[in-house]
């Protein structure tokens, strides 16, 4: 039973470039969450994704970022012109519903040049 | 808003000699308390979830518990392989967002 699969595991952007983050959830799970982790700080909840929905994006900055969850194929979370403070480990979750303890990738290791 | 404070910050014990970690949470409507353990490089590993105040979980060395305002995670006669940074996460009512405390990293040496 495959866990939650994140790609790439590390992913390098020049200022100004479009980052895109792909999660897989774990078999069974519909329900998907993004996190993300400065150094020296706890993760912080971005996203809150069902099928085709976004459900609570109250932890995502309103200005270029964006997340999916299609019918079809993994989450995405893009993050459109990059900014060196975007530079962060990003983490996906996933539930088989909401209440359910969330499960983990080993996350996006985003570094912008 | 939710906030949830982990301590210690670190912790250094020698092989067998137990002790515990504390997460003290102030939430609104909780309705269950995760721990997670997070080693370098990797995501956070669920380990428990409870959800009442008197509810206890054990797996292996490690026993989880919870109070109305705290969660402790006792481990007994850990080993070097228990180090890692232990996580705590609450999840209310009102959110469907955890609430991670910046945890705890605790380094076990023989």
């Known amino acids: 039973n495959a866990g939650v699969m994140q790609n790439p595991r590390h992913l390098v952007r020049r200022r100004g470039q479009e980052a895109r983050l792909r999660c897989s959830p774990m078999?069974?799970?519909?329900?998907v969450y993004w996190y993300r982790q400065l150094p020296e700080e706890g993760l912080k909840f971005m996203v809150y994704l069902q099928k085709e929905n976004i459900i609570d994006e109250s932890g995502m900055p309103k200005e270029r970022f964006s997340a999916e969850f299609p019918k079809e194929g993994p989450s995405i979370l893009r993050i459109q012109q990059v900014v060196r403070g975007d530079s962060a480990a990003y983490f996906c979750?996933?539930?088989?519903?909401?209440?359910?303890?969330?499960?983990f990738g080993d996350g996006t290791r985003l570094s912008i040049l | 808003e939710d906030q949830v404070t982990q301590s210690p910050e670190a912790l250094r014990l020698q092989e067998g000699e137990s002790s515990s970690l504390n997460c003290s949470y102030t939430v609104s409507g909780l309705r269950g308390l995760f721990w997670y353990r997070q080693d370098p490089g990797k995501g956070p590993e669920f380990l428990f979830t409870?959800?009442?105040a008197g509810e206890e979980k054990e797996k292996e060395r490690l026993k989880a518990t919870l109070t109305k305002k705290e969660s402790f995670l006792h481990i007994t006669a850990p080993k070097p392989e228990d180090s890692a940074t232990y996580l705590c996460?609450?999840?209310?009512?009102?959110?469907?967002?955890?609430?991670f405390g910046t945890g705890t990293r605790l380094q076990v040496t023989l």
């Open positions: 078999k069974g799970h519909s329900h």
């Open positions: 979750a996933s539930s088989p519903e909401i209440d359910q303890p969330q499960h």
């Open positions: 996460a609450v999840f209310t009512g009102t959110a469907s967002k955890l609430t």
């Open positions: 409870l959800y009442s």
